[in-house]
């Protein structure tokens, strides 16, 4: 008797710290297309213009508090912002995008090739004000994978933002 209680006491202290891991890994899900729609704007505001967004290329992950990162196409063409934004991304929890650190908040990203490196450099800039936050490099997807406008993946998947062929890793980061 004592024995059995033993190894079951031993298992539960085993298992107990994992389970928090276990709970914030799978605490992220894939946003329905309904979820997307109520986070994401049709229209974004972005630099004091309100540009359309391209809802059938949404994406986004969400948490079971019913906060997101999600993204969508902005469609620049005739606006300011043609060839400086080209996505809109919302961000309710602090993430760090590559080397980047966004706050909960909304922002306009676009990118340039880089054929020497074979990347993107990603320049995210607040989506109201248009000040850069921040540069970084999104590397080509190694071997075959579906290639898509935008698509956030959840963290226990890849914890990637993938646009196109291009990869950009984030963190999900505590919030204070």
């Known amino acids: ?22 709970a914030q890994r799978s605490s992220w899900r894939q946003a329905t297309d309904v979820e997307l729609a109520a986070a994401l704007p049709t229209r974004a505001q972005v630099q004091g213009e309100r540009i359309e967004t391209e809802m059938r290329t949404a994406s986004g992950i969400i948490n079971n ?4 990162i999600a993204g969508v196409v902005l469609i ?51 989506a109201v004000t248009g000040v850069l936050v921040g540069t970084t490099a999104a590397h080509r997807i190694q071997g075959h994978v579906r290639i898509a406008s935008l698509r956030i993946w959840p963290p226990d998947q890849k914890s ?13 980061l505590k919030s204070e």
Do not use: C, N
Request: net charge positive; no cysteine.
């Open 1 to 22: 008797m004592r024995l059995r209680l033993a190894v079951v006491v031993s298992l539960l202290l085993l298992i107990l710290p994992l389970s928090p891991a276990r």
């Open 65 to 68: 508090r019913g906060q997101v």
């Open 76 to 126: 620049t063409a005739g606006y300011s912002a043609d060839g400086k934004y080209s996505h809109f991304l919302k961000v309710q929890v602090p993430i760090r995008l590559g080397g980047v650190v966004l706050q909960a908040g909304d922002y306009a990203f676009g990118w340039t090739r880089s054929p020497e490196t074979d990347t993107l450099q990603i320049h995210l800039h607040e």
């Open 160 to 172: 990637i933002l993938q646009i196109g062929r291009f990869q950009v890793p984030y963190e999900i």
